[in-house]
DNA sequence: CGCCACTTTGAACCGGCTCAATTAAGGTGG
DNA sequence: CCACCTTAATTGAGCCGGTTCAAAGTGGCG
């Protein structure tokens, strides 16, 4: 067995550079402290400053923000491969709250322990940081998402990116993938109703597009929902991290 | 005339942690390079990889992304002391254009530069990439605005957001502050038409809350406007960057 | 003086929301 | 194995926030 296929996260970084065998060693040793969160049970509270960042290996989990209203935007999902907490580790800053969509598997991280890893590995922590950088990347195509494409585009949109990010950990192909998400999560994360949702998904699905049922998305014509979309992944590719 | 006021940067910085004479210096020699740009034209094309940062240093910048459709979403302002492509820079990662909303002033960086100052003085570091990441919070809080917000609470919630940067920098007071930007940058940015634009302004202003005119907003009643908006300002001050 | 960019207002429409009810699919205790 | 409960998905009906289209008003500037 590789190591890419003990970790997503390997798998992840090995697909946009060629790590060494010390750089592996050092992944691999970030992974020792192997944690089990439940489902529904928020791993960190909004405000609550954490000293710890995870690495995801298995489930999915979602980061959100409650108001004071109750209503909840999710700003972002997180798959295996992922880190969880990664910008709070690093600067202090954790504003929002990590609620796990399923039982996860993930590896704690040090404060200390990346900070050491990132001294003995300089390219690993450019690595880890361009990971960063991409997922902030999301959050930006996120919010172009929300305010400028409409209930059927942003669902679309919503898919196929996820579609992207689990193909490159292994997770799914480009014919469909397991996803755990309720209709509810959709909502919140697209910032739309339930109820939406519901309509959105099967007009997808009558017209063709893509189904979404029983934890399973199919995509049933990509080109058509990539159109629909206007999915343009160069977001998601941007020519990888530079090392050195 | 001291550091703070010739360089808005300076002074956001100073208002989170104590800089060092070698630090103040080793910044104002990140500000030599001085560039002026018009306002509507373009300083990086979306998708374009951009060598060079700037500081800003007077004058506002939004930073948008463009749709197939020719519709546009902002995904954030720039106002003086902030940094322009900072990650660009960092990263090579450059998704989105900027457009100077006025004429503006601002210090080119590259990257050499950036990165000799940060292994002078690795706090320097550390304080810029907090405030970084207090942009990144800015954009989270901005994707919650559009998703789960209405109109009204959305607009409010932007002008506290712009007041309290601005205040940060010395540009305007807890009365209101200077906004050179359109009904159309408000549209854009808020993920609405710009009549609705015109039309929430004008109740902000009949309900005695806040007044956007002739390039000026004005806070009539801030405790009704920040309970309006739900505007926490929290994200905006996270404890600032820790140092050592 | 006349143009141009921006603001303002009205009227009609519609995408997505709310409320409400029904169905489907697990789990759990008996 | 069934009765029950809970959570998620589904569908209908009516409403409303925000949009689009259209037109008029305002102010700065060459």
């Given at each position: 067995m590789t190591p890419a296929e003990h970790s997503p996260l390997i798998r992840k970084l090995s697909a946009f550079v060629a790590l060494s065998e010390v750089e592996l060693a050092v992944l691999a040793r970030l992974h020792r402290r192997r944690r089990t969160f439940v489902a529904g049970r928020d791993i960190v509270h909004q405000g609550q400053s954490e000293q710890t960042a995870y690495i995801l290996s298995t489930g999915w989990v979602c980061s959100y923000k409650i108001q004071a209203d109750g209503t909840r935007?999710?700003?972002?999902?997180?798959?295996?491969?992922?880190?969880?907490?990664?910008?709070?580790?690093?600067?202090?800053?954790?504003?929002?709250?990590?609620?796990?969509?399923?039982?996860?598997?993930?590896?704690?991280?040090?404060?200390?322990?990346?900070?050491?890893?990132?001294?003995?590995?300089?390219?690993?922590?450019?690595?880890?940081?361009?990971?960063?950088?991409?997922?902030?990347?999301?959050?930006?195509?996120?919010?172009?998402?929300?305010?400028?494409?409409?209930?059927?585009?942003?669902?679309?949109?919503?898919?196929?990116?996820?579609?992207?990010?689990l193909l490159l950990v292994g997770l799914g192909s480009k014919a469909g993938f397991e996803c755990p998400l309720t209709q509810y999560h959709l909502a919140d994360a697209l910032g739309l109703s339930a109820v939406h949702v519901n309509r959105v998904l099967r007009q997808l699905r009558e017209t063709g597009l893509v189904t979404f049922r029983e934890g399973h998305v199919t995509f049933h014509d990509l080109d058509r929902l990539v159109d629909l979309a206007e999915f343009d992944p160069a977001y998601l590719d941007h020519s990888g991290p530079l090392l050195n």
């Open positions: 935007q999710i700003v972002d999902f997180q798959v295996p491969g992922d880190f969880l907490g990664l910008r709070s580790v690093l600067l202090r800053t954790s504003d929002h709250s990590f609620e796990p969509v399923v039982d996860i598997e993930a590896a704690e991280v040090l404060t200390k322990d990346l900070l050491d890893a990132f001294a003995e590995t300089p390219r690993l922590a450019t690595a880890i940081l361009w990971a960063a950088s991409r997922d902030e990347a999301m959050v930006v195509e996120h919010l172009v998402g929300i305010g400028r494409r409409d209930a059927d585009a942003r669902m679309a949109h919503f898919l196929l990116e996820l579609g992207s990010r």
